[in-house]
């Protein structure tokens, strides 16, 4: 998979990978793994397709929200994340109800022996389509609520 991807862009980034246009991208690559050609779709279409049962978009899905997961388990081990590993985006907001959460929580706990360092932190999908300007609101909030300037 990685291979496939690299050859094409010559590196491999989660930023590449794990966005709506990565959907895609991973829906085609994961076609060429398995020799099997596949028709371009967009993350939409792949969505659709999960939902009315076709396994390829299954499989895609599948993928991306097992990468997904292991890049959160990384990020939170990079950043020693205690109090929780909070997911944004789009996409992933519009595809959790597709989401195997136990597979989810397995990749993102697949660490090793760090497995251990992870498994007491919330992990949670933010829904909000607008979430930091609800930290604004809440900042400016409790700045007044203090007297300070914001």
Known sequence: LFRSIRRRFGRVSGER????????????????????ARSP???AAITAGAEAGEGECQDTLAVFLSLT???????GLVFGARHGVFIGGGIIARIRHLMDRDAFLRAFLNKGRLAEFLAPVPLAIITHDRPALLGCAAHLEQTARHGAQP
């Open 41 to 43: 779709r967009d993350a």
């Open 69 to 75: 997961a292991s890049l959160a388990g990384d990020l």
């Open 17 to 36: 990978v794990l966005c709506g246009p990565g959907l895609g991208l991973l829906h085609m690559v994961l076609g060429e793994v398995d020799g099997v």
